[in-house]
């Protein structure tokens, strides 16, 4: 008989709901190792039929795992999962554990889309630079910050202009230099870890042939042409251009009842860092005669109507349509 396989997945241990027939046949707890889950799911259940786990920072790791050991593995949305889980009257893991496989025994859930490791590599890389520059520019507004107290107003420069205005000013003071020095070496140091991340992504997005496409756009680098190839990954994974805007949240949400029918903000539902990945673009495709296009024209003149900020949204979600179907063109 088929058996229906609920997986509570926590960071030391996982919590194991096996069911047959209709009903809970085993339920138990395992280390969270897809290996020994896959030992303790064969010895239990010898005919899995489906294995349910939710989104989470494991969910790639488990998935593929578990699909290499050749056990039918399923990831399902964790927001739909919980609008499940919710009706049970006490909250526990082994809870968790048994409302998911019953989800997987009636199959009312909604299977998400696991990125491959070569995705989740180049996502990786684009974060990691990210924060790196993040920290960077914290470093050096903190910098500046304490200089001021003191009467020291670094001048405006990026990269070496500003280490030098930095150095220069406190050279008189040895109380400040003893502060702002190791400050100072640690944003020069990470701002050069930056950089070598930074020709990693371009070396990357330089030899993939969807990147090289995506470049060719107006406004859009290699950053956001890695992150939008690395997140779509094969454009048949979505069945129209449009529905990828909403994917990334980019469209707004609808509220109807009864009488009561109204459009409010964006969802900013999906992959937070592409959104925003794309309404830097827009900002640049808005302000930059540089990225002159029919696209700018159109976002130009949206913007007249209805301000900058609604109007990069705009060109954001319509950018998203235009980079989809030029890979779409690209595959077929």
Do not use: C, W
């Given at each position: 008989m088929d058996q229906f396989i609920g997986l509570d997945v926590s960071l030391k241990e996982t919590s194991i709901s096996v069911r047959q027939n209709g009903k809970r046949s085993w339920r138990g707890k395992c280390p969270s190792d897809p290996k020994l889950l896959?030992?303790?799911i064969c010895k239990r259940a010898p005919n899995p039929k489906k294995i349910v786990f939710e989104t989470g920072p494991l969910s790639v790791w488990f998935y593929h795992a578990l699909t290499g050991e050749g056990l039918p593995a399923i990831c399902i949305d964790a927001r739909h999962a919980k609008?499940?889980?919710?009706?049970?009257?006490?909250?526990?893991?082994?809870?968790?554990?048994?409302?998911?496989?019953?989800?997987?025994e009636v199959g009312f859930y909604r299977e998400v889309r696991v990125k491959q490791y070569d995705s989740m590599l180049t996502r990786t890389l684009v974060a990691a630079r990210s924060q790196l520059i993040k920290i960077v520019t914290e470093l050096s507004n903190q910098i500046r910050g304490l200089m001021k107290t003191f009467g020291l107003v670094v001048p405006k420069g990026a990269g070496r202009v500003f280490e030098a205005n930095v150095r220069n000013l406190i050279v008189d003071n040895k109380g400040l230099e003893r502060i702002i020095l190791p400050l100072l070496e640690t944003w020069r140091t990470v701002r050069d870890r930056a950089a070598e991340l930074d020709r990693q992504l371009v070396a990357a997005a330089r030899e993939s042939a969807p990147c090289q496409l995506l470049v060719s756009?107006?406004?859009?680098?290699?950053?956001?042409?890695?992150?939008?190839?690395?997140?779509?990954?094969?454009?048949e994974n979505f069945r129209t251009s449009r529905s990828v805007g909403a994917w990334l949240g980019l469209t707004t949400r609808r509220y109807q009842s009864g009488e009561v029918d109204f459009d409010g903000h964006i969802s900013r539902r999906g992959d937070n860092h592409l959104r925003g990945l794309l309404y830097q673009a827009a900002v640049v495709i808005l302000t930059?005669?540089?990225a002159d296009s029919t696209l700018r024209t159109w976002g130009l003149k949206l913007r007249k109507k209805v301000g900058f900020k609604r109007a990069a949204v705009a060109v954001a979600r319509k950018l998203a349509v235009i980079m989809h179907t030029s890979e779409n063109r690209r595959a077929f």
């Open positions: 896959a030992e303790v609008a499940a889980l919710d009706m049970a009257p006490n909250k526990t893991d082994a809870n968790d554990a048994d409302g998911l496989a019953q989800l997987a756009i107006p406004g859009v680098g290699s950053v956001v042409a890695a992150s939008f190839a690395s997140a779509i990954e094969a454009p930059r005669t540089l």
